[in-house]
């Protein structure tokens, strides 16, 4: 596969697409994952439990957990959709059936060499999110793990987001453009589940497993909106799918404090993350795990 250009874009729309979605609107139909007898979940539970940070792990270094965990849970879904088929010998997402990477209205574009938006094949958007991602996670000056030596020390009291030296990391040793990083990786990843539902959701289907998708995103984006790493723009692809977990109640309302994020654009290093609210930070006292759940009948 060739070098990935630069960076992904923000997001332009397809007028095929848009004009599909207005006539669905126009004769009141919804996308099948959008309606509450199919957004069920393969454990019960409340998935507050594996979003609360304990009390004894720094923020910084909970949310470098969670991002890596994230990327592994993504790409086990994607994977679904990469396997090559036994009889056509193509993936299910291929260039063919996935020109563009589509999210229903919402086509997503990247930035190529010369700061141009490009259309790219969803399945080369999602190989070149995946290089990306990980090369981000192996990246010693933005996840350290070769200079550990002992655990990090507790955030102190005067440790604080209204510290002017403070950021997100520090005391774990993250460096300053760690929360902006963070949050375009997010962003990025919650593209490749929005293309997952919209273009490969009867899929899942035909597989038994939209539950599983179900229960991987419905943790992705508790993460994102507890931790402040997605904003309301960003998720507006499945919006009506977070709304309903909201007014169920498997997903806590968002509640904004006064002063935004200080985390702004991502400028060279990819899509700008977006200007979002705080939201409160839930800690646990120790590491749940899976703790909180079980398996629900098939």
């Known amino acids: 596969m060739p070098a990935a250009p630069p960076s992904p874009s923000l997001t332009t729309t397809m007028t095929s697409n848009e004009q599909a979605h207005q006539n669905n609107q126009q004769q009141k139909k919804m996308p099948i994952f959008f309606r509450e007898?199919?957004?069920?979940?393969?454990?019960?539970?409340?998935?507050?439990?594996?979003?609360?940070?304990?009390?004894?792990?720094?923020?910084?270094?909970?949310?470098?957990?969670?991002?890596?965990?994230?990327?592994?849970?993504l790409s086990g879904m994607l994977?679904?959709?990469?396997?090559?088929?036994?009889?056509?010998?193509?993936?299910?997402?291929?260039?063919?059936?996935?020109?563009t990477m589509a999210a229903g209205p919402t086509t997503y574009t990247w930035i190529d060499t010369k700061g141009n938006p490009i259309n790219l094949p969803a399945p080369t958007y999602i190989k070149h999110i995946q290089t990306w991602v990980a090369g981000k996670i192996q990246d010693q000056a933005l996840f350290p793990t070769d200079n550990f030596t002992s655990a990090p020390p507790l955030p102190r009291k005067d440790d604080t987001p209204t510290d002017p030296n403070h950021w997100?990391?520090?005391?774990?040793?993250?460096?300053?453009?760690?929360?902006?990083?963070i949050k375009n990786m997010y962003k990025q990843m919650f593209r490749c589940y929005a293309h997952l539902y919209w273009q490969h959701w009867l899929t899942f289907w035909d597989l038994s497993a939209h539950r599983e998708l179900n229960t991987c995103f419905v943790h992705f984006v508790n993460v994102g909106r507890i931790f402040n790493l997605l904003n309301e723009k960003d998720m507006e692809p499945m919006g009506p799918l977070v709304d309903l977990w909201v007014t169920s109640g498997v997903l806590p309302k968002r509640v904004d404090a006064a002063q935004p994020s200080s985390a702004g654009g991502a400028g060279s290093t990819g899509s700008p993350a977006g200007g979002a609210g705080s939201a409160t930070t839930p800690t646990a006292g120790a590491s749940s795990g899976n703790a909180g759940y079980e398996k629900t009948s098939s």
């Not at 007898?37 to 470098?64: C, Q, S």
């Not at 036994?86 to 063919?96: A, F, I, K, L, S």
């Open 168 to 181: 997100l990391g520090k005391t774990s040793g993250f460096p300053q453009r760690f929360e902006m990083e």
């Open 79 to 99: 994977r679904c959709m990469q396997e090559k088929d036994r009889t056509t010998g193509r993936p299910v997402c291929n260039e063919q059936a996935c020109p």
């Open 37 to 73: 007898d199919y957004a069920g979940f393969i454990v019960k539970g409340n998935f507050m439990t594996l979003a609360a940070r304990p009390h004894l792990v720094e923020e910084g270094e909970w949310l470098a957990h969670q991002l890596v965990e994230q990327n592994r849970i």
